[in-house]
């Protein structure tokens, strides 16, 4: 059964960095866009990064755009996420989704990490 | 980027009762690229909806999906108690962004 396994989580000061990994098992890991979701305590969700199947295409959200990294070692099943210059609002439970379809991004979120926390706080 | 709007916030009905949930989008959603999801308490979102209509695998047959353009509707035919939790909708477009709904709570009544 496909299963998602994230960690990483802490608590970090504002403006330090901090990398996420989520690994991956029970599905073909190289044939499947991965993507990365957040969940501020209390609030709704909020689609974070992107990146296709070989890793060629990456695509990041306005509140990320430039701070965040995404990539990912297909040999080793594993998705990755560095996040640096992080603030306050940061603060959130990072999931990490596995994209519905095979070998193209379709946006869709079929399976999911039960999420790291990353405090942001001083 | 699509701003989506749910309604209500907080809907409260009792099991066995149809429920309705609403999702308007702020520009219409290229090829009805919506989905639904539901998350319970402590748990990760589960996809329930893509395509605006089509259920996911394993998904029950209470849980339709319609609409288009920028109005969508979740509906839950007869509530079961499992079914009380937070509903979100998602435009997926053509490529990202991608973006959610703030979420509509069903809650017992």
């Known amino acids: 059964q496909v299963q998602l396994v994230e960690s990483g989580r802490g608590v970090v000061q504002p403006g330090r960095s901090l990398r996420l990994s989520c690994a991956a098992s029970g599905f073909t890991f190289s044939s499947y866009g991965m993507h990365w979701v957040r969940q501020a305590p209390g609030t709704g969700l909020e689609w974070v990064a992107a990146i296709s199947s070989d890793g060629s295409k990456k695509y990041f959200g306005d509140s990320v755009m430039g701070r965040f990294t995404i990539s990912r070692d297909n040999s080793k099943h594993t998705l990755f996420l560095e996040m640096n210059s992080l603030r306050a609002e940061d603060t959130a439970l990072y999931y990490c989704t596995r994209d519905w379809s095979a070998y193209d991004l379709s946006g869709i979120f079929d399976y999911w990490g039960q999420g790291t926390l990353v405090t942001v706080s001083s | 980027e699509i701003v989506l709007t749910q309604s209500p916030g907080t809907l409260s009905l009792s099991p066995g009762e149809r429920a309705t949930l609403s999702c308007r989008a702020s520009q219409s959603v290229s090829s009805s690229y919506l989905a639904w999801y539901q998350q319970k308490p402590g748990q990760a979102p589960r996809l329930l909806i893509y395509?605006?209509?089509s259920r996911a695998t394993g998904i029950p047959d209470r849980f339709s999906g319609s609409g288009s353009g920028t109005d969508f509707t979740l509906t839950i035919s007869r509530l079961e108690p499992e079914d009380f939790a937070v509903y979100y909708c998602?435009?997926?477009?053509?490529?990202?962004?991608?973006?959610f709904g703030q979420g509509t709570k069903l809650e017992i009544k």
């Open positions: 998602q435009q997926y477009g053509s490529s990202p962004p991608y973006s």
């Open positions: 395509g605006a209509s």
